[in-house]
């Protein structure tokens, strides 16, 4: 049966008192054979709706036995098509040929299907996975340079984490889910760009619980990144939308709401990125990086990972500028409180993250930091951790089995 619904307002006829129909809106129903509805009002007891031509029909709005009148209303078909799967496919082919993307996206895996897709129509996930309809997921990611993923037992690492903070079950075991991984970028045959992979709870219904989610998922897919960030200055602000909670800042989880709105806020201020405080009023981190600062005295600091996410890149960095503390262009290397003040007034300023590697900041809201140009620590760091990318140990570095 059909669903309409009415608005009663204005007179339909001189002979029809009020209530009666101004407007009427049939969702998807049963055209091609009679369906009779309900109407509450005064003199009005049945709709009876009755199909027309292709993209019309007919409705006849019947008064009750003491009336007797009745009038004929027309309305407007839905347009929306039913769709094959082989139509949707083409569809969603067409449409991607058409998208403004810039990112290529060259592999994807799925535990749901079980294997790998270079198909851009087959990279979909299903709308009743919890990780869509309710937030329930995580993810991480590892970048992809010369042809060998970085980090990647790192952030390996931490993935699995954040799914046992965010109780999820686990689809495989760690060298399973590794060896997945390293597969798809071997299928993707990407020699420069990310991983990224995702853990959810997987379909099942839309409820809250994920109970009646009986299959955990995984997902990944390769992003080809052909060009490589750059040792470039910003500007950042003050974010004032809330940060995480520490139980959910801690963890890489797909709720990045906070995240996207601090990121918008920044760039409708001109700005590149915006610096949340903790709930004590300390530096924390930006929307998806980690903040430092060399002081005058030539101390790098970063604020302590007990209440920000853990950074990858941002570790790693701590452990190569040793290099630079052993040649005297540091005075010590530590984790701290660092108050907006501190931060402020300190020499140089930079982002730390998997997709920026080092970005100095030159501007914190409307005060300059240090001289206002790229600072030479931000730039040795940025050039040791591209370094690294390119040729450090086998403990950062796994070639890909192309």
């Known amino acids: 049966m059909a669903s309409i619904s009415t608005a009663l307002h204005h007179p339909l006829s001189e002979n029809f008192p009020a209530p009666t129909i101004a407007a009427l809106h049939c969702a998807p129903c049963p055209f091609g054979r009679r369906s009779t509805l309900t109407l509450r009002g005064d003199c009005f007891r049945v709709f009876k709706l009755q199909a027309g031509e292709k993209?019309?029909?007919?409705?006849?709005?019947?008064?009750?036995?003491?009336?007797?009148?009745?009038?004929?209303?027309?309305?407007?078909?839905?347009?929306?098509?039913?769709?094959?799967g082989s139509e949707v496919v083409q569809r969603l082919t067409t449409f991607l040929g058409n998208s403004i993307s810039k990112q290529n996206y060259l592999a994807m895996y799925s535990s749901i299907f079980?294997?790998?897709?270079?198909?851009?129509?087959?990279?979909?996930?299903?709308?009743?996975?919890?990780?869509v309809h309710r937030g329930h997921g995580v993810f991480d990611t590892a970048a992809i340079m010369d042809g060998h993923l970085y980090e990647l037992d790192q952030h390996l690492d931490?993935?699995?984490?954040?799914?046992?903070?965010?109780?999820?079950?686990?689809?495989?075991?760690?060298?399973?889910i590794k060896n997945i991984l390293t597969q798809t970028a071997a299928v993707s045959k990407c020699m420069q760009g990310s991983l990224r992979y995702w853990l959810s709870p997987g379909p099942g219904d839309f409820q809250l619980s994920p109970s009646g989610c009986l299959n955990p998922a995984l997902y990944a897919i390769v992003i080809e990144a052909p060009s490589l960030p750059v040792c470039s200055g910003d500007k950042v602000v003050t974010s004032t939308i809330p940060m995480k909670p520490l139980q959910f800042a801690v963890m890489k989880n797909v709720n990045y709401l906070p995240n996207a709105l601090s990121k918008m806020q920044a760039e409708e201020n001109g700005a590149f990125a915006a610096i949340w405080l903790d709930d004590e009023g300390f530096i924390a981190e930006g929307p998806n990086m980690n903040v430092a600062f060399v002081t005058k005295d030539r101390e790098l600091i970063m604020p302590l990972f007990d209440k920000i996410l853990s950074g990858c890149t941002a570790k790693r960095v701590l452990v190569l500028a040793e290099e630079l503390l052993a040649d005297g262009r540091l005075s010590a290397i530590n984790t701290r409180n660092v108050t907006v003040q501190e931060g402020k007034?300190?020499?140089?300023?930079?982002?730390?993250?998997?997709?920026?590697?080092?970005?100095?900041?030159?501007?914190?809201?409307?005060?300059?930091?240090?001289?206002?140009?790229?600072?030479?620590?931000?730039?040795?760091?940025?050039?040791?951790?591209?370094?690294?990318?390119?040729?450090?140990?086998?403990t950062v570095r796994i070639p890909v089995p192309y």
């Open 345 to 394: 007034a300190a020499n140089e300023m930079m982002l730390i993250g998997s997709g920026i590697l080092v970005k100095p900041v030159l501007q914190w809201d409307e005060h300059p930091i240090g001289s206002g140009k790229e600072g030479p620590v931000a730039q040795a760091l940025f050039k040791l951790i591209l370094d690294d990318m390119k040729y450090g140990p086998p």
């Open 55 to 84: 993209r019309r029909g007919a409705v006849r709005v019947v008064r009750s036995p003491d009336c007797g009148d009745s009038i004929e209303a027309s309305i407007a078909r839905s347009d929306i098509p039913v769709l094959s």
């Open 114 to 131: 079980g294997g790998i897709t270079t198909d851009l129509a087959a990279m979909v996930i299903p709308m009743d996975d919890h990780m």
């Open 158 to 176: 931490r993935f699995l984490k954040s799914a046992s903070m965010a109780k999820i079950q686990l689809p495989f075991d760690q060298p399973t």
